[in-house]
């Protein structure tokens, strides 16, 4: 069983800053593809950043060059790093690992509001 674990969120404001890390279990981290998604009220939950295992990494259009995803293998954790966060940026957060290109498991999410 893969264990997911959020932390980071918390309330910033336009322009501030956070990182997220994703504890997880195993060697889910070094062996998987890894992803940070986020669902805002009312919206479909979307993919936001992944990092595969060669190291790869895409984002989703509206964060590129703000948002930067990462892993450290020792520590089994993934990370995203927000800069420039905007109000648009609000969500809960849910790390994703997914295992023999199939199987998704999710962390419990993490509460990131941008708000004045």
């Known amino acids: 069983q893969v264990q997911l674990v959020e932390s980071g969120g918390g309330l910033v404001q336009p322009g501030g800053s956070l990182r997220l890390s994703c504890a997880a279990s195993?060697?889910?981290?070094?062996?998987?593809?890894m992803a940070w998604y986020r669902q805002a009220p009312g919206k479909q939950r979307e993919l936001v950043a992944a990092?595969?295992?060669?190291?790869?990494?895409i984002y989703t259009d509206s964060v590129k060059g703000r948002f930067t995803i990462s892993r450290d293998n020792a520590k089994s954790t993934v990370y995203l790093q927000m800069n420039s966060l905007k109000p648009e940026d609000t969500a809960v957060y849910y790390c994703n690992a997914r295992l023999r290109a199939t199987i998704d498991y999710w962390g419990q999410g993490t509460q990131v509001t941008v708000s004045s």
């Open positions: 990092m595969f295992t060669g190291g790869s990494t």
């Open positions: 195993g060697s889910v981290v070094s062996s998987n593809r």
